[in-house]
């Protein structure tokens, strides 16, 4: 049995209260900031969604039940960080789990004070008289946000019985700024996240069988996530044969067929963060002429991407030298005419390459960030985290005469800039082509008891 001491499952409050401060640093004394958690989703009947709270959220309060409030009110004299949340109720917790209640809001998720979420009503007027600046996030609780904003409207309207706020400001820009630049302990959570995600891989290139379904293989992956106290961060992509050239395919019920590549991009969320992991590999354990041709200009062009992926140069960089060499490739096969610079200036590479090199990777899978300022694109920096994912596809209906038809491939792996360069934090899962087969040969044993 695997040693899973070294894996936590609950965050860090000490993180949490620090980039609170930071917030109250900027809200200062004359602002208020109020971030609600995302309600609640129904699946069908009475049955929800499992709840996972939004990512900004989660990433100032560490507090992941529904039906919670967060407020950062510098100098308010109940204290600068308010968290309403649902009380304590023994018929609820019966049935549906235990809640921290505002005891264990104080208790466990540092709140100053905390209150029944059926009290923010009598608090919010309060909480915004006599504030210069609301901060307030938008597009994650619609309806909360407008209830603020109504409530705002109507201080306003008392005249001089209060003194509402002047301006609202997006609390959202200011808190992906500061989620774009990974701290060390964040950094720690996103390699154990690309660890188990690795291994996942790793487990399913020795599972796969030619007549296995694709959901069978992605089996393998999410139990070897949930082995390790983790779920999958996003849907998982299983696709054989030509299903690989469907990008966000996820449908995972083909067969598939001796001699099919097959392409994975699946990966584990640990505490909130995820981990994002595209590996492509022949169903049978052996590569054929065609498919390593066009592999190793997919490899070539992940291994071009991260050798370029520096801090000081700017964010398109990374997909401009895997684009360079993938073109380069596609004229030396003869899926592409002219030169380099033509096919990338003409954008005819766009059949078979139609999608960029990298995003933002973090608490959310496509994470937070803006990639221009002012329009220019933005200069990498130390903690950023993004992926670095080339592919070529190369559909039957477009190319039916092609030794390439059907062949889909993305290398796909999460880096974090360092000082130097970069630190590639899915290196534990082959991408060379003869790791891959050498891997493969060997029979999956489990490493859970």
């Known amino acids: 049995m695997r040693d899973q001491r070294h894996l936590r499952h609950t965050d860090d409050p000490a993180d949490h209260a620090e980039r609170r401060a930071r917030v109250a640093n900027i809200v200062g004394a004359e602002g208020v900031a109020i971030i609600a958690a995302t309600p609640e989703r129904n699946r069908n009947n009475d049955v929800d969604y499992?709840?996972?709270?939004?990512?900004?959220?989660?990433?100032?309060?560490?507090?992941?039940?529904?039906?919670?409030?967060?407020?950062?009110?510098?100098?308010?004299?109940?204290?600068?960080?308010?968290?309403?949340?649902?009380?304590r109720n023994a018929d609820q917790e019966i049935w549906i789990g235990r809640r921290?209640?505002?005891?264990?809001?104080?208790?466990?998720?540092?709140?100053?004070?905390?209150?029944?979420?059926?009290?923010?009503?009598?608090?919010?007027?309060?909480?915004?008289?006599?504030r210069r600046t609301l901060y307030l996030t938008f597009g994650g609780h619609p309806e909360?946000?407008?209830?603020?904003?109504?409530?705002?409207?109507?201080?306003?309207?008392?005249?001089?019985?209060?003194?509402?706020?002047?301006?609202?400001?997006?609390l959202d820009v200011l808190l992906h700024e500061m989620r774009l630049r990974k701290s060390e302990s964040e950094i720690a959570l996103m390699r154990q996240a690309a660890a188990t995600s690795a291994r996942a891989h790793a487990a399913a290139m020795q599972s796969v069988r030619p007549g296995m379904y694709e959901y069978?293989?992605?089996?393998?992956?999410?139990?070897?996530?949930?082995?390790?106290?983790?779920?999958?961060?996003?849907?998982?992509?299983?696709?054989?044969?030509?299903?690989?050239?469907?990008?966000?395919y996820i449908e995972n019920s083909a067969p598939?067929?001796?001699?099919?590549?097959?392409?994975?991009?699946?990966?584990?969320?640990?505490?909130?963060?995820?981990?994002?992991?595209?590996?492509?590999f022949p169903v049978n354990g052996r590569f054929s002429a065609a498919q390593r041709e066009l592999y190793d200009i997919v490899l070539a062009a992940n291994r071009a991407a991260i050798e370029a992926a520096k801090p000081g140069q700017p964010m398109n960089a990374v997909h401009q030298a895997a684009l360079e060499v993938l073109?380069?490739?596609?004229?030396?096969?003869?899926?592409?005419?002219?030169?380099?610079?033509?096919a990338i200036a003409e954008e005819s590479y766009r059949a078979y390459f139609m999608h960029g090199t990298s995003h933002w990777l973090g608490m959310d899978v496509h994470?937070?960030?803006d990639y221009k300022i002012e329009g220019e694109w933005r200069l990498l920096e130390p903690g950023m985290a993004l992926t670095v994912e080339p592919g070529l596809y190369v559909r039957a209906e477009d190319n039916p005469s092609s030794r390439f038809a059907n062949i889909g491939i993305r290398v796909e792996d999460d880096i974090v800039i360092t000082e130097t360069g970069c630190e590639v934090l899915t290196a534990d899962v082959p991408k060379d082509a003869d790791e891959i087969?050498?891997?493969?040969?060997?029979?999956?044993?489990?490493?859970?008891?």
């Open 437 to 449: 087969e050498a891997l493969m040969a060997k029979p999956y044993r489990s490493e859970i008891a």
């Open 50 to 87: 499992p709840y996972r709270p939004n990512s900004d959220f989660r990433y100032l309060t560490g507090f992941c039940e529904p039906e919670a409030i967060a407020v950062i009110a510098p100098g308010f004299d109940e204290g600068d960080y308010l968290l309403f949340c649902r009380a």
């Open 327 to 342: 073109v380069a490739g596609l004229i030396d096969v003869g899926l592409l005419e002219g030169t380099v610079d033509e």
């Open 367 to 369: 994470d937070v960030g």
């Open 216 to 248: 069978q293989l992605a089996a393998i992956l999410h139990y070897t996530f949930e082995s390790d106290g983790m779920h999958r961060a996003y849907p998982s992509i299983v696709g054989a044969g030509e299903n690989a050239c469907v990008l966000h």
């Open 144 to 170: 909360f946000e407008q209830s603020v904003l109504d409530h705002l409207g109507a201080l306003r309207s008392q005249g001089r019985g209060s003194v509402p706020p002047r301006e609202v400001l997006a």
């Open 256 to 280: 598939m067929a001796d001699g099919d590549l097959v392409l994975i991009d699946a990966g584990a969320e640990y505490r909130g963060y995820a981990g994002d992991i595209t590996r492509t």
């Open 100 to 130: 921290a209640g505002p005891e264990g809001a104080m208790a466990d998720y540092g709140a100053d004070r905390a209150y029944a979420i059926d009290e923010f009503e009598d608090w919010i007027g309060r909480l915004l008289d006599g």
